[in-house]
C-alpha cells in the first residue's frame, strides 16, 4: 500500500485529494503547514509528496530545498495556483518531480500519482517519463515535445491535449471527452474551443496529425 503526504492548506483541496487517493487504494497523510511538512517527508515513512507551494508559515520551494538538502527521496508533486514558467521551472531545478497548477482534474493528478510511484519502484528512470507515439515524444516532467527531431512550443492546454491522445492513439475522441479531461469542471458546454485548441495543436505539429472524424470527434493518426 502506498502511503501519500499531503502538505496544502486549503481544507477542500485537501478533502477532494484525500477521498479520491483513499477511493484508489492509498493512505493518506495530511499536514497544513511547511514545518510539520518537512518533519514528515524527511523521514522514510511516505512514499510519495504531494506540496502545495502556498503554504502559511513558508513557501513551498522552501519545504521542496529543505526536504532534499536533507537527503529524502520521495517522489514529489508540487500543486500551485501559479502558473508561471519561472516557478515550474524553479519547482523542477529544486527537486521537484512534477506539478499540476490549479484548478486541476483529480484523473490527472492520479495518473501522474501513478507515473511518480512507478518510476520508483523501477529505480526512478527519468526515461520512463516519457510517452512515444511513432515520432512524437512527451516528457511528463519537464513538458517538452517533439516531432521527430523537432522541438515544439506547447500550452498548457495544448501539451494536455496532446497527452490524451498520445495514451489513446487510433481511438476517436469525443468533443466531450476532451472537454472533461482537459479543462475538467471548467468549462462551458457550448463552447467551441475543442476546435479552437485542435488547430493549434495541428499548426504546430502537422496538419496531417489529428484527423477529423466527422460526427465523432478527432483521432491522432500513427
Ligand atoms: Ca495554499
Known sequence: MNRILIAEDNPRITSFLETGLQANGYTTTVVSTAKEAIAFASG??????????????????????TVRGQGAILP????????????????????????????????????????????????????????????ITLDLLTRQVWVGDRSVELSTREFLMLEVFLRHPMQVMTREQLLDRIWGYDYDPGT?????????????????????????GYRLRV
Request: proline share 3%.
Open 44 to 65: 522514510t515513512d511516505f512514499d510519495l509528496l504531494i506540496l502545495d507551494l502556498g503554504l502559511p508559515d513558508a513557501d513551498g520551494l522552501k519545504v521542496l530545498a
Open 192 to 216: 467551441n474551443i475543442v476546435n479552437v485548441y485542435v488547430g493549434h495543436l495541428r499548426r504546430k505539429i502537422g496538419d496531417d496529425r489529428l484527423e477529423t472524424v466527422r460526427g465523432a
Open 76 to 135: 514529489i508533486i508540487i500543486l500551485t495556483a501559479r502558473d508561471g514558467l519561472d516557478d515550474t521551472v524553479e519547482g523542477l531545478e529544486s527537486g521537484a518531480d512534477d506539478y499540476m497548477t490549479k484548478p486541476f482534474r483529480f484523473e490527472e493528478l492520479l495518473a501522474r500519482v501513478r507515473v511518480q510511484l512507478r518510476n520508483q519502484r523501477s529505480s526512478r528512470k527519468p526515461q520512463e517519463t516519457q510517452l512515444r507515439i511513432a515520432d
